[in-house]
């Protein structure tokens, strides 16, 4: 009962961290249901950077609540002189079929996620041998930077701790290990990837594109599928996409909004504390932003510098772990034979062939070019001013698989064996930021965006 | 503004409820291919040993010889003990005073002796608590 009520205090405290970010009057606002999606993901992430430095203090839930309180204060202050948020756009409501569709995906979808978690509670490989054995490590207060972990290299104990530490922090407060954390976490992280993307949507497009948009991700299967393995790479998901959201609403914003611009750099901090992935993300996001906002060049220099100092939170914790951490093996094996890897053509043919492969293997994939063209062909007046929104996301999305085949091609790993087994998790790692760039396209758009 | 077109919409729509049909019944059809969760079993056969385990924060682990064919199987039994027996370290060495046996097949007799093992107590199950002399 006392992890249930942490778990809402997650939610919470995200929801005033992302209030004090990005402000509104104190009473609901239009934009509030954005700030709702993105309020659990930023819980955990608070949760767990107060976890890492009370470690191994079973005082981390009160310093949580207190924090929260704190954080709470500030976003109630900034309440006052808060502009209120701009109504989200004028549309006539969806007809009653879409919303019964989305209602029967949706409903497929946590059937699907009821199954996968009946039948394997402890998720898959990666779940029950990465994150949740370091959550079980945290849980009994192991040290944190024991160097045995360098024995389990194959455990990859250099992997950021948000989503570990934040359930490692809800066992404490259970008393013991239990199962239904990760499946009650998960799930929700799942609806999260959702609602992030759908209530950006409603905001700048309407609530039929935020339906549609909710149909097309839920075809992707691995989105649930991951999800009930209980992998990171889903909340990695949804964070990439709300911190890309959250550049273009600013992005749509005349004048442009600091106040996102710095939510967007936070949001990007915490992707670099859950996964290694994040890192590249922060250089990525940061490269979009100096190139795609609607700013002259010295003040894009600054929205950058505002950006990066909302990161820094996250990314000095993060230094400060992998300092005390093993190097992963992998890294030095690649540094190894870097040159020889870049010069050899066969490996940019792997990569190229692997991506095709699994861009047609990638269920959903299919579907959502289809619907593209019927987006753009079809449903109402394709102007250019809707391409607006489309740099951020798309720009994102591209620059960070660039670096992914990158990885691909000084891979020490059997380059075949690592594409194969990674490919599918890292299209989901930016699968709710496609459908939201895909999205955004098309349709006249009332604001100025 | 114009609404979305009712064509393109219904489209979209009916080809995303057939996606969310046909994962669902993959997932169900996945039931019969893919074996239940393999851990509870494995680490069920430790529960005797977990509680007869001596004090200390690392142990070491050996298993049967295999071929390149056993090893992901070999290596998905070494991940689910340690996993087992987290918060302890098991490592895959011999070098340590407490060493855990994980056999799918009986070993040879005398097999841990010319490895200068000595048994401290067979479990069972090919489970075993093995003690290296060096470490005494």
């Given at each position: 009962m006392a992890a249930l009520f942490l778990l809402i205090l997650y939610c919470l405290a995200g929801f005033a961290v992302v209030r004090a970010f990005w402000p509104a009057p104190m009473r609901w606002s239009p934009a509030d249901p954005i700030r709702l999606a993105l309020s659990l993901p930023v819980g955990m992430a608070l949760a767990s950077l107060v976890f890492y430095f009370c470690y191994p203090s079973v005082m981390a839930a009160a310093v949580f609540v207190a924090a929260g309180a704190i954080i709470a204060a500030i976003a109630v202050i900034r309440a006052r002189n808060a502009a209120p948020d701009r109504p989200a756009i004028s549309m006539p409501p969806p007809s009653s079929w879409l919303r019964w569709s989305f209602v029967l995906a949706l409903a497929a979808t946590i059937c699907m996620y009821l199954l996968i978690i009946y039948r394997w509670p402890r998720g898959d490989w990666d779940a029950w041998c990465i994150w949740n054995l370091r959550a079980t490590f945290l849980f009994h207060g192991r040290d944190i930077f024991d160097p045995t972990?360098?024995?389990?290299?194959?455990?990859?104990?250099?992997?950021?701790?948000?989503?570990?530490?934040?359930?490692?922090?809800?066992?404490?407060?259970?008393?013991?290990?239990?199962?239904?954390?990760?499946?009650?976490?998960?799930?929700?992280?799942?609806?999260?990837?959702?609602?992030?993307?759908?209530?950006?949507?409603?905001?700048?497009?309407?609530?039929?594109?935020?339906?549609?948009?909710?149909?097309?991700?839920?075809?992707?299967?691995?989105?649930?599928?991951?999800?009930?393995?209980?992998?990171?790479?889903?909340?990695?998901?949804?964070?990439?996409?709300?911190?890309?959201?959250?550049?273009?609403?600013a992005n749509s914003d005349d004048p442009i909004d600091a106040n996102l611009v710095r939510l967007a750099g936070f949001l990007t901090g915490m992707a670099a504390w859950t996964k290694n992935e994040g890192l590249l993300f922060v250089c990525v996001l940061t490269a979009v932003l100096v190139v795609a906002i609607r700013l002259p060049i010295r003040k894009r220099i600054s929205a950058a510098f505002h950006f990066l100092a909302a990161a820094a939170p996250f990314l000095a914790v993060l230094a400060h772990y992998k300092r005390h951490m093993p190097v992963d093996p992998e890294i030095a094996a690649a540094s190894g034979h870097f040159f020889s890897a870049i010069l050899d053509a066969g490996r940019y043919k792997a990569v190229l062939t692997g991506y095709l492969a699994e861009a047609i293997r990638f269920p959903g994939i299919v579907l959502p070019s289809f619907a593209v063209l019927a987006l753009w062909r079809l449903w109402g007046d394709f102007h250019w001013r809707g391409l607006r929104g489309l740099p951020i996301a798309s720009l994102a999305v591209a620059i960070q698989h660039a670096g992914y085949a990158a990885v691909y091609l000084i891979t020490p790993n059997d380059i075949a064996w690592h594409i194969g087994s990674s490919l599918t998790r890292l299209l989901l790692q930016t699968w709710p930021a496609i459908v939201l760039g895909i999205c955004l396209i098309g349709n006249k758009q009332q604001r100025s965006d | 503004m114009s609404l979305p077109r009712p064509k393109a919409a219904f489209l979209v729509t009916v080809c995303s409820l057939a996606c969310a049909g046909f994962s669902l019944l993959w997932t169900i059809r996945a039931f019969r291919w893919n074996p239940v969760d393999p851990l509870p079993e494995h680490n069920a056969r430790f529960a005797e040993l977990r509680a007869a385990l001596p004090q200390g924060q690392v142990f070491g682990y050996i298993d049967e010889p295999h071929g390149s064919a056993e090893k992901e199987a070999a290596k998905f039994r070494y991940y689910a003990t340690a996993y087992g027996f987290a918060p302890v370290f098991i490592e895959r060495s011999v070098e340590h005073r407490y060493l855990i046996g994980n056999f799918v097949t009986s070993p040879s007799p005398g097999y841990f002796e010319k490895l200068g093992l000595r048994v401290q107590r067979d479990f069972g199950r090919g489970v075993f608590l093995l003690e290296n002399p060096k470490f005494h």
């Open positions: 972990y360098a024995n389990y290299f194959w455990s990859h104990p250099d992997y950021p701790l948000l989503l570990s530490g934040s359930i490692a922090l809800l066992w404490k407060v259970n008393g013991e290990i239990a199962l239904w954390g990760p499946w009650l976490l998960h799930f929700l992280i799942l609806l999260t990837a959702l609602a992030v993307p759908m209530t950006v949507l409603r905001q700048l497009r309407g609530e039929a594109v935020a339906l549609i948009a909710g149909l097309i991700l839920l075809t992707a299967r691995p989105l649930v599928a991951i999800a009930a393995s209980l992998y990171s790479d889903v909340l990695f998901a949804s964070i990439f996409a709300a911190a890309t959201a959250a550049l273009t609403l | -």
